[in-house]
């Protein structure tokens, strides 16, 4: 489990790929050193398990499913990517609840300045954005956004110069693929409320008398 608070910008050191999956080598700071093999850290909003550790390096196996779902097929020596370690009891809680299992990935349709906080314009597909609600929370490559409008096929967030500065986002420009979670706490109530559900919240609702 992770907030969405991104702790630091990692940079791939190699990519090894193989027939159904892959082997990814991550150059990072401060948050190698508190790593343990088998420790949860998400990388770009992937939740991945540390396989080794070697001074500034970390190591992850990135499975085929994970690949095909995600735009960490596409890394390459030197991109940099956004690193979060997992939740521990004494854990600031910032950000909102973000599981690290994305749901697809999205695309850059535009950037826009205005004042010192850019508004950006990802295109989704229609099973991530029927959870998103204006107000709402996201994680994009890991980054716990707020949803500002939702369109027909594209959702938009805004960010300040802190988060353009120490995130993939201050450096993606359109066209550019992004890892995409909605708010788990959006899922399931979608799953409560659905009418041919056995275990409906408005059923339940409406047996307990409030509607």
């Keep these: 489990m992770f907030t969405g608070i991104i702790v630091e910008l990692g940079e791939i050191a190699s990519v090894e790929k193989g027939t159904a999956s892959s082997r990814l080598s991550v150059a990072a700071g401060d948050i190698v050193r508190d790593a343990a093999i088998g420790d949860s850290i998400a990388v770009n909003g992937i939740c991945l398990t540390v396989t080794a550790a070697d001074k500034n390096i970390l190591f992850f196996d ?35 609840f973000v599981t690290g299992h994305i749901e697809g990935a999205g695309k850059i349709r535009s950037k826009t300045v205005s004042g010192n906080a850019v508004r950006i314009e990802i295109e989704a597909p229609a ?77 339940a609702l409406k047996q307990s008398g409030f509607m």
């Design 127 to 203: 099973g991530i954005l029927k959870y998103l609600v204006e107000k709402g929370s996201v994680a994009v490559d890991g980054i716990s956004l707020t949803v500002v409008d939702v369109f027909k096929d594209a959702f938009s967030i805004v960010i300040i110069p802190h988060t353009a500065k120490s995130t993939t986002l201050g450096f993606k420009g359109a066209g550019s693929t992004v890892n995409l979670e909605p708010d788990i706490l959006a899922k399931y109530v979608a799953k409560f409320v659905r009418p041919d559900s056995s275990t409906s919240l408005l059923s």
């Design 62 to 96: 990135v499975s085929y499913e994970t690949l095909k779902s995600t735009n960490l097929e596409s890394l390459k020596k030197g991109d940099r990517v956004n690193l979060e370690p997992s939740l521990t009891p004494n854990s600031k809680m910032g950000g909102h």
